[in-house]
T-cell receptor, first 114, second 114 residues
Framework: DVKVTQSSRYLVKRTGEKVFLECVQDMDHENMFWYRQDPGLGLRLIYFSYDVKMKEKGDIPEGYSVSREKKERFSLILESASTNQTSMYLC?????????????FGSGTQLSVL | AQSVTQLGSHVSVSEGALVLLRCNYSSSVPPYLFWYVQYPNQGLQLLLKYTSAATLVKGINGFEAEFKKSETSFHLTKPSAHMSDAAEYFCAVSESSTLGRLYFGRGTQLTVWP
C-alpha cells in the first residue's frame, strides 16, 4: 500500500523561526501536494509539484516555499513562522497527471507557532 | 473556476438511520467528483469518485453518491449509519484544466448517536 510519511505529528515553534515540514512517499508518485487544514475552512492548497525541481503555487502560497530535490520528498518551508500559520498541514501524493486520480494523504503535522 | 459547497458543517444521526451529506459543485466543464473521509487523528482517504462512467457511484463502507448534472450535486448517502462512520467528510472536484488539482469543500462532521 502507498505510504505518505510526514516527519512530525506535532511541532511547536516560535514566531520568526524557520520551519521545515518534511514529506516522503514510497510509491514513485509524480505529483505531491501540501495542504493546510483549518476548522471550518476545509483544505486549502499551498503548493504542489508535478516533477522533481518543479513547483506550482496553490491558493495560499504567501509565507511558504517548497523544495523538491528528489522525487519521493517534498518539503514545505515557513521562512519566518507567524502565529497565523498555526494549523494542521497535510501532505498528499498521486501517481501521474490523470484528472481523476486518487490522492494519498499523510497523517498530518499539527504546527503550533507561539 | 470550480468550487464545492457542502451544506451543513455538522450532521447528527442515530445509529441505523440514513446518512445524507450534501455537496454541490460549480464547474464550467464536466467535473470529476470525489468524497474523502477523515477519521480522528488521521489523514484523508478516498471514499468514492465519479468519473463519468456511471452516475451512481458505490464506495467503501456502504457509502454511495449520485451525480446529478441538472442539480450540480453529488450527495453522499448510506442507508444505515454505524458508530464507526463518525468522521469528517470532504467533497472535492477537479477538472481536466486543473491537471489533477483537487478543490475541497469545507467539510461536514458526522456524529452518530447510539
Amino acid at each position: 500500500d502507498v505510504k505518505v510519511t510526514q516527519s512530525s505529528r506535532y511541532l511547536v515553534k516560535r514566531t520568526g523561526e524557520k520551519v521545515f515540514l518534511e514529506c516522503v512517499q514510497d510509491m514513485d508518485h509524480e505529483n505531491m501536494f501540501w495542504y493546510r487544514q483549518d476548522p471550518g475552512l476545509g483544505l486549502r492548497l499551498i503548493y504542489f509539484s508535478y516533477d522533481v525541481k518543479m513547483k506550482e503555487k496553490g491558493d495560499i502560497p504567501e509565507g511558504y516555499s517548497v523544495s523538491r530535490e528528489k522525487k519521493e520528498r517534498f518539503s514545505l518551508i515557513l521562512e519566518s513562522a507567524s502565529t497565523n500559520q498555526t494549523s494542521m498541514y497535510l501532505c498528499a501524493s498521486s501517481l501521474g497527471q490523470a484528472f481523476n486520480e486518487k490522492l494519498f494523504f499523510g497523517s498530518g503535522t499539527q504546527l503550533s507557532v507561539l | 473556476a470550480q468550487s464545492v459547497t457542502q451544506l451543513g458543517s455538522h450532521v447528527s444521526v442515530s445509529e441505523g438511520a440514513l446518512v445524507l451529506l450534501r455537496c454541490n459543485y460549480s464547474s464550467s466543464v464536466p467535473p470529476y467528483l470525489f468524497w474523502y473521509v477523515q477519521y480522528p487523528n488521521q489523514g484523508l482517504q478516498l471514499l468514492l469518485k465519479y468519473t463519468s462512467a456511471a452516475t451512481l457511484v458505490k464506495g467503501i463502507n456502504g457509502f454511495e453518491a449520485e451525480f446529478k448534472k441538472s442539480e450540480t450535486s453529488f450527495h453522499l448517502t448510506k442507508p444505515s449509519a454505524h458508530m464507526s462512520d463518525a468522521a469528517e467528510y470532504f467533497c472535492a472536484v477537479s477538472e481536466s484544466s486543473t491537471l489533477g488539482r483537487l478543490y475541497f469543500g469545507r467539510g461536514t462532521q458526522l456524529t452518530v448517536w447510539p
